[in-house]
């Protein structure tokens, strides 16, 4: 079966350092994407991992070990307008590469 | 570039009454999808297009119907709404996949939200 996990919610502190962690099991892989979505807003893409290790953008990288069927995003001197929901999504490996999206995550940054 | 826009943005419905839910892209992207959100539940895919005319089924599809006349546009159709249609609706594109290391990555529109009474 196909199973994404995220934690539900986490909060963390502005100027700290916040690490979601997404685990997968499959049928297939062909790429990890981590989303935020702001409240009332669309998903707005962050990173894509398809190789092990880790993508720096700015403050936000992501690592991801396909033998571990693990990811997790990082956020570093966090603001408050990092208060989001971060989605996890999976491209399966069938042939049309549909994105499995986890459940999200839900941050809050308290100042 | 407006990106991926959706019309209308809210709606509220009786049970048993119809109504088509319009997806638009200038990217020129050849895939296009529409996913429903709940709470607790995340993303789930309905139906998604790979081109013109062409259309399939993803993980919800029952009670909904889609159609790709247009390559700039994707509609999803309710025929007779129900109160677990309730959601908020997202529409996304893409460009198709090049490989299997290409990121094409989804474009997300601001999203419709539906109430079914």
């Known amino acids: 079966g196909q199973n994404i996990d995220q934690p539900t919610e986490m909060t963390a502190t502005e100027g700290a350092i916040v690490q979601i962690n997404c685990t997968y099991q499959?049928?297939?892989?062909?790429?990890l994407f981590w989303y935020q979505q702001h409240a009332g807003e669309a998903p707005t893409f962050l990173s894509y991992n398809v190789l092990d290790g880790l993508e720096e953008k700015g403050r936000f990288s992501s690592f991801l070990s396909r033998s571990k069927g693990y990811s997790y995003l990082l956020l570093k001197e966090l603001q408050m307008k990092d208060s989001a929901s971060y989605l996890c999504?999976?491209?399966?490996?069938?042939?049309?590469?549909?994105?499995?999206f986890g459940k999200g995550t839900k941050l809050s940054v308290k100042p | 570039n407006a990106g991926v826009t959706q019309t209308p943005k809210f709606r509220v419905l009786k049970t048993g009454q119809s109504m088509t839910l319009l997806c638009a892209q200038d990217?020129?992207?050849?895939?296009m999808y529409w996913y429903r959100q709940d709470p607790g539940m995340g993303l789930r895919l309905i139906h998604y297009s790979v081109g013109e005319g062409t259309t399939a089924k993803g993980e919800v599809p029952d009670g909904y119907n889609v159609s790709r006349l247009k390559k700039q546009n994707f509609l999803l159709g309710l025929e007779s709404a129900a109160p677990s249609q309730t959601s908020v609706y997202f529409c996304?594109?893409?460009?198709?996949?090049?490989?299997?290391?290409?990121?094409?990555?989804?474009?997300f529109g601001p999203g419709t939200r539906l109430t079914v009474l």
């Open positions: 990217m020129n992207h050849e895939y």
């Open positions: 996304a594109s893409s460009y198709r996949r090049r490989g299997g290391l290409a990121a094409d990555t989804q474009y």
């Open positions: 499959t049928s297939g892989f062909n790429g």
């Open positions: 999504a999976v491209r399966d490996g069938g042939s049309q590469g549909n994105l499995i």
